[in-house]
Each structure stands twice: as structure tokens, then as C-alpha cells.
């Protein structure tokens, strides 16, 4: 049975914490998330009584150890709907996917004359890589724009991928503008022309529900730290036949079958693109963030945050000297990027901090975009299951509050 969301934030003990005083509004969801306490618990249990190194001992421990990792990654695998468990290999983080990517594939299958698309909202992550990737090989780099209403421009891309492209790479929701980018659509594209198609799903696991056989994609990467998680955990995805003709991109132990003095073997999918002791508890907790998930569904979780968007775009609207990036449709990403006019927005983030609320004010690693957008920073505003009318009432007050203050101070 699916339980509902009414009282989940008092599972969150930090949001019980004061800030200058004043009651947390957590709103910087699409940097970190917070953890609720089932996750805490387990976590100090795992170190309490089962802290051994995985894939490596005979002893009681360590195969317990091994055998919840190992379980971890099918919850992984179900929970994104993947074909099989060994097509989910850990890394660090959504960077260290995407980098893995580009160092193993791109090193591997491309070469001067071939062609990139991109666009210009991707994170650093999934756009310094393949720069770099571009400026070593020779290859060319072809950038998708935005429509005037701040959306991917799908007539521009489709045209822009060609017989030469070979690899498309986009975000599923973009980190700033909380746009939803139409995967399956642009992967049949991709694969019209022989390309493959790398989406960084960073922004969109959190939210909703993902199915990545569905979606057609050939590589998914992502982060625990925005789903509940700790730090420190990532998953890449890839079609099982992809996994295989990739090369290690990083040497060490357990990711060998047989080492000699000049000559080495590897193991098979996915240890032998998982060099070295993993993130062991990084693994578990996404694996438990998963549990913690699925006793909502993302389906009930993204109606939520719609219903909190819903109140909250009408009302920010309102606010005179207001700039909206983000598209003026209900999101189900619970992005929201704004200025004030003659506001610095690391300004407007320090006073609503002194209220209490909590925002990203910055260029959110897309500085691409923001240049764009005509702009250096935007003030961001992201939302996730655990907050309520209350964190919107209380971010709307602060920044009406904000808004009087400086327009005063002006005078």
C-alpha cells in the first residue's frame, strides 16, 4: 500500500533545526538532499555490525557485506528499469559517470571529423568532458539553443543531428531551467542517425518515474545525494552490449581476472569498470533511499511537487521587478530559477537565509546558459517531497521582505 506524503517531513530530523532563529525552509534540493532517519539509522547500524569490504573476504562479514551491495544494485536495476543488474556500475557521482563515459567510449570510438550535440543547458558535467574530448581529438561540437520560452529547441536539434553525429549528449531536466527534455523522442532521433545517446538523469530520479529501456537511452547517470542518499554515490547506466566493448578507464583491484607481470585480463561486467574499494555505504543508502522512495511512488511525489508549484509560479509572478528562466508551465522537476531586477542574487539568497530559507544563488555550474539568458547568476529555488506550503509561504514572505528592504536601502 502506497503511504501517503502528509507527515513525511518529520522524518527529516534536520528540518527541525533553526537558522538564524528562524524555522528551516530547506529549498536547495537540486544541490543535496537531506536524510530522512530510517536511512540515518541503518546506516550507523551497517557500522555497528556488518563494516566489512565487499567482494573480497570468506568471512561471515564481508559476505554479508558483499551480498547487500550486491542488493543494492538490483534495487538500482528495478527501480530505473533496467534490463539487468550488471548494466548498473557505481562511481562517485553524475561527474564521474559522465566522465567515464567520455574517457572509455569516446576515447575509444571517436575520432577526428565526428560530431557532438549538446546543449546549452548541460551542467559542466556533461559539457567540460566532452569539450576537452573535442579540443584532443578534432571533433566538432554542435550546440542546441532555447526557444524563447526557455525550452530545448527540438526543431534546431533535430536538424543538427547528422550522418557525422555520434554521440548525443543532454540532461533530462535541466539544473537551472527545470525543463523536461523529451529523451525518447530525441533517442530515436539519436538512433535514426547511428548515434548514441548519453542523458545526464541527475535532476530527473528524484522526481519521477524513470524507465530507462523505455526511454531508449544508451547511457544514464546519476547521483544519490539528490535522492536521499549520501554523498559520494553515482550509478551509470548502459545498454549491456555497450558496458561490454568498454575498455577500464581506471586499473587497481577487483576489477582484474588475471594480472601477470606484463600482462593483465579483466573481470567481467560491471567489476571490471569498478576499480577499487567502492563507496560501500554510499551504495547501501541509495539502496535504502530507494526503499524509502518506493513507499510513496514517484508517481504520488511528482504530483506533489506539481501541487507545490502550482501555488508557488502565480504568486512569485506576482512580485514586481521579477524575472522567471524557468518555462511558466507546471514543472514536475521542482526547478524555479529568477532574479529581482537591481537585486544581486547572492544578495537576495543572504537575506532570505536570515528568514530562514535556504536557496542556490549562482551560475549552478551552467555558465553556457547563463550566458545565454543574458545573465551572470540566478537565484534558484528547488523543491522536493519533504517540504510544504509552509517552506512556500515562508519563502514568498522573505521574499517580498527582500524586495522591500533593498528597494528602501535604494532610495
Not at 183 to 189: K, L, S, T
Not at 216 to 233: E, Q, W
Not at 276 to 304: E, K, R, V
Request: proline share 4%; glycine share 6%.
Amino acid at each position: 500500500m502506497v503511504k501517503s506524503l502528509a507527515n513525511v517531513a518529520a522524518d527529516f530530523p534536520i528540518l527541525e533545526h533553526k537558522i538564524n532563529g528562524e524555522r528551516l525552509a530547506y529549498l536547495d534540493n537540486a544541490a543535496t538532499t537531506q536524510m530522512p532517519q530510517p536511512i540515518l539509522d541503518k546506516t550507523q547500524n551497517f557500522y555497528q555490525t556488518k563494516n566489512a569490504n565487499v567482494h573480497r573476504g570468506v568471512y561471515t562479514l564481508a559476505q554479508e557485506a558483499t551480498e547487500a551491495y550486491e542488493q543494492a544494485r538490483q534495487k538500482v536495476q528495478h527501480f530505473i528499469h533496467a534490463a539487468h543488474a550488471n548494466e548498473i556500475v557505481f562511481t562517485h557521482g553524475t561527474t564521474e559517470s559522465l566522465n567515464l563515459i567520455v574517457h572509455s567510449y569516446g576515447e575509444q570510438y571517436l575520432h577526428a571529423g565526428d560530431e557532438i550535440v549538446l546543449s546549452v543547458m548541460e551542467h559542466h558535467s556533461n559539457l567540460v568532458p566532452w569539450q576537452q574530448l573535442a579540443l584532443k581529438k578534432g571533433i566538432k561540437l554542435n550546440y542546441i539553443n532555447l526557444t524563447k520560452d526557455h525550452e530545448l529547441d527540438l526543431v534546431e536539434l533535430k536538424q543538427k543531428i547528422t550522418n557525422k553525429t555520434k554521440v548525443v549528449a543532454l540532461c533530462h531536466v535541466s539544473n537551472v531551467l527545470g525543463v523536461i527534455n523529451p529523451i525518447e523522442q530525441i533517442a530515436h532521433w539519436a538512433h535514426q542517425k547511428g548515434a548514441i545517446l548519453v542523458v545526464d538523469g541527475a535532476q530527473a530520479i528524484p522526481h519521477m518515474c524513470v524507465d530507462v529501456q523505455k526511454l531508449d537511452v544508451d547511457f544514464y547517470a546519476f547521483s544519490g545525494h539528490k535522492m536521499l542518499a549520501p554523498t559520494g554515490i553515482g550509478v551509470l547506466y548502459g545498454k549491456y552490449e555497450l558496458l561490454e566493448q568498454l575498455k577500464p578507464w581506471q586499473y587497481g583491484g577487483e576489477m582484474i581476472n588475471h594480472v601477470g607481470l606484463y600482462q593483465s585480463s579483466w573481470a567481467d561486467l560491471p567489476a571490471k569498470l569498478e576499480a577499487g574499494t567502492p563507496n560501500i555505504i554510499g551504495a547501501l543508502g541509495l539502496g535504502w533511499a530507494i526503499d524509502y522512495l518506493q513507499q510513496f511512488g514517484m508517481s504520488q511525489i511528482a504530483d506533489y511537487e506539481q501541487k507545490l508549484l502550482a501555488y508557488l509560479l502565480p504568486r512569485l509572478k506576482e512580485i514586481p521587478g521579477i524575472t522567471i528562466y524557468s518555462p511558466q508551465q507546471q514543472l514536475a522537476s521542482g526547478i524555479v530559477s529568477f532574479n529581482l531586477q537591481g537585486i544581486h542574487p547572492h544578495d537576495v539568497a543572504t537575506a532570505l537565509d536570515q528568514e530562514g530559507v535556504e536557496v542556490r544563488a549562482g551560475h549552478h555550474c551552467a555558465q553556457p546558459l547563463m550566458q545565454t539568458l543574458g545573465i551572470n547568476a540566478s537565484v534558484r529555488i528547488s523543491i522536493y517531497l519533504y517540504n510544504t506550503l509552509a517552506d512556500i509561504k515562508q519563502l514568498l514572505t522573505a521574499l517580498q521582505e527582500t524586495r522591500e528592504f533593498f528597494t528602501y536601502e535604494s532610495k
